[in-house]
């Protein structure tokens, strides 16, 4: 599903975020990224939304090689991932329904579809209630509620997770990794970088471990694990 092969990133002469990662990840796996700030685990996420292109090396999604793809087919391509970051990134000015919607009507599917399957979601998320409220008015759990139920909506192949537990409160922050872990159990490929420890040695999954832009661990059912 997701390959990374012989890849470094470069940000000028002298700033190496990721050197070396060769890294294959298969369909319907949870990995989380971990590793002390700054060891590259936005930079990989990054590559992954084709924001960046590696310096050197190749990275594949679904057998494509994002650096092939053309610029006016990027956001095509963007549209089979769903991206959930810490501070949410929902539009302000739009109500749950609204925000969630959109992610629906970029694919150009007809109001009357969008309508029934934003219900059915916002359901199944437990944020139908809040449905006209404005992201201001909502807690940081729904506001992240929200910003999965947008992800997902369009049915990724793969969801990638930047720190999504941040700012949240542990109780929240479960409850937002319970959400991954059942979208995860739909078949979906879910990658998130985390500095969550206690979320990740619970969770049991893959744990891949970054340093200084290289992976030093790579463990089936790992703990958090920075040295
Ligand atoms: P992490 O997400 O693990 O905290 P990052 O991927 O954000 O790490 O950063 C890895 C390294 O690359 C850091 O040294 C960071 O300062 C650098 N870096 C990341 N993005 C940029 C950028 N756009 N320009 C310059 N340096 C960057």
């Known amino acids: 599903m997701i390959s990374f092969k012989n890849v470094a990133k470069k940000f000028g002469p002298s700033i190496i975020a990721l050197e070396d990662i060769n890294l294959e990840i298969q369909e319907g796996e949870f990995v989380f990224l971990v590793g002390p700030s700054g060891a590259g685990k936005s930079t990989l996420l990054r590559l992954l939304s084709r924001e960046y292109l590696p310096t050197s090396g190749k990275v594949l999604v679904a057998g494509e090689d ?18 959930v970051f810490q501070d949410f ?65 369009g049915k990724p192949k793969v969801v990638l997770a930047d720190e999504p537990t941040g700012d949240l409160d542990p109780q929240t922050a479960w409850s937002v990794i319970q959400l991954l872990g059942e979208i995860n159990s739909w078949g979906t490929t879910v990658v998130m970088a985390t500095h969550n420890k206690e979320i990740v040695d619970t969770q049991k999954r893959r744990v891949v471990s970054l340093k200084e832009g290289k992976i030093i661990k790579d463990n089936k059912e790992g703990k958090y694990e920075i040295h």
């Open 66 to 83: 994002l650096a092939k793809i053309k610029s006016s087919q990027i956001p095509l391509y963007r549209r089979k991932i769903g991206f």
């Open 89 to 153: 990134k929902l539009l302000e000015d739009r109500t749950v329904f609204e925000n969630v919607a959109l992610s629906l009507q970029v694919r150009g599917i007809i109001d009357h579809e969008i309508d029934k399957e934003v219900e059915k979601t916002l359901k199944l998320f437990e944020i139908w209630e809040r449905r006209n409220l404005f992201p201001r008015q909502l807690s940081g759990g729904e506001a992240q509620r929200t910003a999965i139920a947008r992800a997902v909506i």
